[in-house]
């Protein structure tokens, strides 16, 4: 049989440590997009128990309403297997995705999505829209959320709370 074929269990105590270990190196990248002056959002693409994407969130630089941290750790996971697809592959990211990156992230076949902080105001994992829930759409990733939550929102939180501070 091949190994790959098998579908993961949840993630239970024994998973959760390396799940937690993806997210705080998705977390590093939500930090250097904020050193960019960009909305700290950052991602990792995970296969096989090594990172083969990493994005962090860059619409301001890239002038480009796409550049998503998902969108980019997509794009550089898809290039280094030289697939659109990546049926295999994990993906952590320290916010809920919006619709777009939901999109992409049925498009690749992601097995598994992991978020972190919730997005009341764009998340499409549940909080204004689920179309992970949507099986017409959906039928590859599952999804995990909330994993180190107060962490990812805490980055987002104190970002925003500086913006306003210097506004
Ligand atoms: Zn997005």
């Known amino acids: 049989m091949n190994a790959h074929s098998e579908t993961p269990a949840p993630y239970g105590p024994v998973a959760a440590p390396e799940a937690e270990r993806w997210m705080r190196e998705a977390l590093a990248l939500a930090r250097a997009a904020q050193d960019r002056g960009e909305v700290p959002v950052?991602?990792?693409?995970?296969?096989?128990?090594?990172?083969?994407?990493?994005?962090g969130n860059a619409p301001i630089a890239a002038n480009d309403p796409t550049a998503h941290a998902e969108i980019a750790a997509l794009r550089s996971?898809?290039?280094?297997?030289?697939?659109?697809?990546?049926?295999?592959?994990?993906?952590?990211?320290?916010?809920?995705?919006?619709?777009m990156c939901a999109g992409a992230i049925m498009h690749a076949r992601v097995r598994r999505l992991v978020f972190g902080a919730r997005?009341?105001?764009?998340?499409a994992c549940g909080s204004v829209i689920d179309l992970f829930a949507e099986a017409r759409l959906n039928h590859h990733t599952r999804v995990t959320g909330e994993l180190l939550a107060t962490e990812c929102g805490a980055l987002l939180s104190a970002f925003f709370a500086a913006r306003r501070a210097n506004a």
């Open 42 to 55: 950052g991602a990792v693409v995970v296969r096989d128990g090594t990172i083969i994407g990493r994005g």
């Open 77 to 99: 996971a898809a290039a280094a297997l030289g697939n659109y697809r990546l049926p295999d592959c994990d993906l952590y990211v320290t916010l809920e995705p919006c619709a």
């Open 119 to 123: 997005d009341p105001k764009t998340g």
